[in-house]
């Protein structure tokens, strides 16, 4: 949006009152892009994940309503029922 600008971004600890900054160069801002793009494909294409002992999550999981996951699927089942 401003491409004439320098991108500032800061934490603020509450307790200790400290602020650590950073300014993100260009570099910066797409190593950051193609991070998150990498994790955000590596989450859409694993299948292969720990299965949950809450039983409700399978409700809301693709997995389980695609049948990717078996126990799941399973569970999704039983709910139904």
Excluded at 5 to 28: Q, V
Excluded at 59 to 79: F, P, Q, T, V, Y
Aim: hydrophobic letters at 35%; a positive charge; aromatic letters at 8%.
């Amino acid at each position: 949006m401003y491409p004439d600008k320098e991108l500032y971004a800061e934490l603020y600890y509450l307790r200790s009152g400290n602020r650590k900054g950073h300014i993100f160069t260009d570099d910066d801002l797409e190593n950051i892009k193609l991070n998150i793009l990498n994790i955000g494909n590596k989450m859409i294409n694993d299948f292969n994940f720990l299965q949950t002992s809450n039983e409700r999550a399978c409700r809301m999981c693709d997995h389980a309503i695609s049948k990717a996951c078996a126990i799941g699927a399973n569970r999704l089942k039983k709910m139904k029922a």
